[in-house]
């Protein structure tokens, strides 16, 4: 999630993928010139990116959740 955080503020600054290559970033950047005309060219690459993290998150704490055995409570069948 940090990775994705910080290439998107490299991306932002033009220091990230070079205009061939698509990403979020890059339209982001591209699209502040035009932020008064049509604000959605920045807003859905920012909405794009803010779930992918967000999702990201809430999946590595539910499996996070899942996978601890110490707080597992076992039922002894007799």
């Excluded at 932002?12 to 010139?33: C, D, H, I, R, V």
Aim: aromatic fraction near 12%; charge should be negative; hydrophobic fraction near 60%.
């Amino acid at each position: 999630m940090v990775l994705i955080v910080l290439e998107a503020a490299l991306g932002f600054l033009g220091m990230g993928a070079q205009p061939p290559a698509p990403s979020w970033e890059a339209m982001m950047s591209n699209g502040t010139a035009y932020l008064f005309i049509s604000p959605w060219v920045i807003l859905f690459p920012g909405l794009a990116m803010i779930l992918t993290v967000l999702g990201f998150n809430l999946f590595g704490d539910a499996l996070i959740e899942f996978l601890d055995v110490k707080n597992k409570q076992y039922v002894l069948i007799k």
